[in-house]
């Protein structure tokens, strides 16, 4: 378990500690933090979790270390049933989630950068079930644009 101020360094490293003041900044500003663990082929691999009665992601924020291939499983321990829309390269991912249920998505997310994904079912995402991946890393060479150096999470 990570203290206050832990968490507080781990969101200003990646960039979200002052995500623009806003109702999303915040509402990210207090959920858990998850990390995305390689495997030695460097897909990655995530779980995230819909606890019973919390309409929250958990992880909220999940780290990817560098862009890539990675594969989320996706849990549903609540009495609702939710969905996911999940980012990824060139098409979206879309995931019914019924109460009791697990899903599987694989993405694929290359660039550096934050990835939001949430649940559009009723007032889902207006309740809480918003969630972000950031994509640790930077742009590669032939990817940049010809202006000056811009901050990267």
């Given amino acids: 378990m990570t203290t206050a101020q832990e968490r507080s360094d781990l969101l200003d490293q990646i ?3 002052t995500q623009n ?3 999303l900044g915040q509402v990210l500003g ?3 933090i998850g990390r995305a663990t390689e495997e030695s082929d460097g897909r990655m691999k995530a779980t995230i979790r819909i606890h019973p009665d ?3 992601w958990d992880p909220e924020i999940l780290v990817m270390p560098h862009g890539g291939d990675i594969e989320l499983e996706l849990i549903n321990d609540d ?5 996911a ?3 990824s390269n060139g098409d979206r991912k879309f ?3 019924v109460n009791h249920s697990r899903g599987r998505a694989n993405l694929n997310l290359d660039g550096p950068g934050y990835y939001w994904f949430g649940s559009p079912t009723g007032n889902d995402e207006g309740r809480g079930l918003t969630g972000a991946i950031v994509v640790l890393g930077d742009a590669p060479p032939e990817a940049r644009l010809d202006r000056p150096e811009q901050p990267r999470p």
Avoid: Q, R, S
């Avoid at 009495?79 to 969905?83: G, I, P, S």
């Fill in 15 to 17: 960039g979200l500690n």
């Fill in 21 to 23: 003041k806003a109702a």
């Fill in 30 to 32: 207090t959920g858990t």
């Fill in 54 to 56: 919390e309409l929250t």
């Fill in 79 to 83: 009495l609702n049933t939710h969905c």
């Fill in 85 to 87: 829309l999940l980012p």
């Fill in 95 to 97: 995931i019914w989630l």
